[in-house]
C-alpha cells in the first residue's frame, strides 16, 4: 500500500487531499501541530496522526522516526502571514513566513528523505500557489504585482526549490502545484473554488506514476508559467 505524509493535514486543503488519498487506496498519515486537531482529524478519516511541526527540527526529526517508511510526501503546511505592502515589509515579515512555507518543506524533505529513497517510487507534492509565479506577477497591471509581496516569495522559492530537488532526485517525482483559489481559513474563505475542486491537482500529482513529469509546476488545467 502507498504511505503518504500530509503535512498541515488537520483542515483545509490537506485535510481534503488526505480525503481524497484515502479514498484512493492510500494509507495516510496527517502531520499536524496541534496534537487535538490532528488526532481529531485523522480519527474523521480514517488516518494516521503524527505530531509535526515544520518549524521545529525536532518535531520534525520525531515524524519522521515515527511514520518509519514513506512513499509520497505532500508539503502541504503553510501559512498567509501578515498583507503587508513592499514598502511595510521587514526581515521579520520574510522569515516568519518563510520558516513555514521554505524553510518547512527543506526540513521536512530533508528529514523525510531516507525513507522516501527506500520508497519503490517516491513522489513529493509541494503546495504552491499561482501567486508565486514570477511570470503573473511580472505582467502588465498584475494584481499580484504589489499584492502579498511575502507570500508570492516564499511560493516562488519553493519553486526553485522543486525544480533543483527534481534535477538532484532524478527517480524522485516532485513537482509543485498551484491549487487555485480555494476557500479555507488561509483566505477567510473568500476563496471561490471548493476544497475538492482545490485539492484535486495535489491528489493527482500524489498519484502520479514514476513516467510521469518532474520538476513542474501545474494547475488543474495544466502548466504554470514559473
Ligand atoms: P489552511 O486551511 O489555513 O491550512 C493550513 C494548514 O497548515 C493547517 O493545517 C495548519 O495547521 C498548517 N500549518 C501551518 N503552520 C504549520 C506548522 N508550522 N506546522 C505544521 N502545520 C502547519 O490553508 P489551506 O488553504 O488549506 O492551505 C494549504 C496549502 O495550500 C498552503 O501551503 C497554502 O499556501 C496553499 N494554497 C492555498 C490556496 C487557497 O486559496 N486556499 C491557494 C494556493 C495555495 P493549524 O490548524 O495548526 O494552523
Known sequence: ???????????????ETARQLISAG????????????GQRAADQLGARFVPLDVTDDASVAAAAHRVGELDVLVNNAGIAGERTDPAGTTAGHM???????VFGPVRVLHAFLPLLQKSGQPV?????SGLGSIAA??????????????YSSSKAALDMLTVKYAAAFPDMRVNAVD???????????????????????????????????SGGFFSSSGPVSW
Not at 124 to 128: A, I, K, Y
Not at 189 to 194: A, C, K, L, N
Request: net charge positive; aromatic share 6%; glycine share 12%.
Open 1 to 15: 500500500m502507498t504511505v503518504t505524509l500530509i503535512t498541515g493535514g488537520n483542515k483545509g486543503l490537506g485535510f
Open 26 to 37: 492510500h494509507q495516510v498519515w496527517i502531520g499536524a501541530r496541534d496534537p487535538d486537531r
Open 95 to 101: 522569515r516568519r513566513v518563510y520558516e513555514t512555507n
Open 124 to 128: 513529493v507534492v509541494n503546495v504552491s
Open 137 to 150: 506577477a511580472a505582467a502588465p497591471g498584475s494584481p499580484v504585482a504589489a499584492f502579498a509581496m511575502v
Open 179 to 213: 491549487p487555485g483559489f480555494t476557500a479555507t481559513d488561509l483566505n477567510q474563505h473568500r476563496g471561490t473554488q471548493t476544497v475538492a475542486e482545490g485539492a484535486r491537482v495535489i491528489v493527482q500529482y500524489a498519484m502520479i506514476g514514476a513516467d510521469g513529469p
